[in-house]
């Protein structure tokens, strides 16, 4: 979303941790979520080059769009000058397949070879895991680059199944992964 923050919201958001704004129709401070629930915890702050632009990374709890949706930028341009509605899959291309992953561990369709790795259970993953990683080390020592792409694809979408029936969230390695870099 975009949203105006002046100084005090800024201050705000620093003192507090959750994203503040201010509405410039309303002349108001106002928080993220205050009404609807859906808050916004700032895990970054960035600055622009110039310094006159702040983005707030941030963990949004519900969607972000007063309209519902996962973000204010659902609408996409055509090349014909006119726009669709469709929801914006944002994120990075493994939290969306974390959540593609989950949505099938929700609905259970059937024929889905997600469904029929977590129906297996988490040994079974687990093991589907190792052998994919053994692939993956065979591809880099012996393949093309191009199978050894393939090869990692198949081991990060196991390791995403495996953490689905763990009930590891996706996040929680990213944050790992975020304190080890710092």
């Known amino acids: 979303m975009v949203a105006y923050a002046d100084r005090q919201a800024l201050e705000r958001t620093l003192s507090t941790g959750l994203a503040h704004y201010y509405s410039r129709s309303r002349k108001t401070l106002w928080r993220k979520g205050e009404t609807s629930g859906h808050e916004q915890r700032v895990a970054e702050i960035r600055l622009d080059c110039d310094g006159d632009t702040?983005?707030?990374?941030v963990e949004q709890t519900g969607p972000a769009c007063h309209t519902g949706t996962r973000t204010c930028f659902s609408r996409q341009g055509r090349q014909d000058g006119g726009t669709e509605d469709g929801e914006d899959p944002g994120g990075h291309l493994l939290t969306r397949l974390?959540?593609?992953?989950?949505?099938?561990?929700?609905?259970?369709?059937?024929?889905?070879?997600?469904?029929?790795?977590?129906?297996?259970?988490?040994?079974?993953?687990?093991?589907?895991?190792?052998?994919?990683?053994?692939?993956?080390?065979?591809?880099?020592?012996?393949?093309?680059?191009?199978?050894?792409a393939a090869e990692a694809a198949d081991l990060l979408y196991h390791m995403l199944v495996l953490l689905q029936a763990r009930g590891v969230p996706l996040d929680a390695v990213l944050r790992e992964l975020e304190h080890r870099i710092k």
């Open 54 to 57: 702040v983005l707030f990374r």
């Open 98 to 148: 974390a959540g593609t992953i989950a949505a099938r561990a929700a609905e259970r369709p059937a024929g889905s070879y997600t469904v029929e790795l977590l129906g297996q259970g988490v040994s079974k993953v687990s093991q589907k895991v190792g052998e994919e990683a053994v692939e993956l080390v065979v591809a880099a020592n012996a393949e093309d680059a191009a199978r050894v």
